[in-house]
T-cell receptor
Framework: AQRVTQPEKLLSVFKGAPVELKCNYS??????LFWYVQYSRQRLQLLLR??SRESIKGFTADLNKGETSFHLKKPFAQEEDSAMYYC?????????????FGGGTRVLVKP | EPEVTQTPSHQVTQMGQEVILRCVPI?????FYWYRQILGQKVEFLVS????????KSEIFDDQFSVERPDGSNFTLKIRSTKLEDSAMYFC???????????????FGPGTRLTVT
């Protein structure tokens, strides 16, 4: 069975400071990893996925299979980054395509 | 941009009553999902649905739960006899294909808050 752990429930940073959200996973096969974001009173939406290897809104995340991690980073946080962030795993090639979520990290960017 | 919609936004029901939560997935999507999030806990997978059949279900999805696509647009989650512990936010999602192919993402609805009293 797969598991996703986000050790920080809350991250509070000042505007312009770097922010890193940790995500560790356990899964015996090859996973697909995602970061979802939920802004205040909005729906869950995909932020980025490891397969695309792109930067979205200044955020990047690298899959480290050796450390089984998929940490999310942004060098200069903005106030509009304040939101709930969820790391999620999908077991590749598995029937059903279910996502396993971490517990989420609330990011608060202070002015 | 097309969105997944869910109704109602909030449902209050008494223990033992049946509830039906409704979702309208994005029109060209083929895969449909239900997740739930109990307050303060993780978002948990309940069930996935493709080609009018359940593809996968979790341990949470017991005989009290059922899903249906009664027409070409709606996707419903029924809880036959609600319990207090069914109180949660229920999210519907849909995807065009399987994410395992590296292309398709799951699009989430805004959720239905179910309160069982």
């Amino acid at each position: 069975a797969q598991r996703v752990t986000q050790p920080e429930k809350l991250l509070s940073v000042f505007k312009g400071a770097p922010v890193e959200l940790k995500c560790n996973y356990s899964y015996s096969g090859s996973p697909e990893l995602f970061w979802y974001v939920q802004y205040s009173r909005q729906r869950l939406q995909l932020l980025l996925r490891h397969i695309s290897r792109e930067s979205i809104k200044g955020f990047t995340a690298d899959l480290n299979k050796g450390e089984t991690s998929f940490h999310l980073k942004k060098p200069f946080a903005q106030e509009e980054d304040s939101a709930m962030y969820y790391c999620a795993l999908n077991p590749l090639a598995a029937a059903g395509n279910k996502l396993t979520f971490g517990g989420g990290t609330r990011v608060l960017v202070k002015p | 941009e097309p969105e997944v919609t869910q109704t109602p936004s909030h449902q209050v029901t008494q223990m033992g009553q049946e509830v039906i939560l409704r979702c309208v997935p994005i029109s060209n999507h083929l895969y449909f999902y239900w997740y739930r999030q109990i307050l303060g806990q993780k978002v948990e997978f309940l069930v996935s649905f493709y080609n009018n059949e359940i593809s996968e279900k979790s341990e949470i999805f017991d005989d009290q739960f059922s899903v249906e696509r009664p027409d070409g647009s709606n996707f419903t989650l029924k809880i036959r006899s609600t319990k207090l512990e069914d109180s949660a936010m229920y999210f519907c999602a849909s995807s065009e294909g399987l994410a395992g192919l590296g292309t398709y993402e799951q699009y989430f609805g805004p959720g239905t808050r179910l309160t069982v009293t």
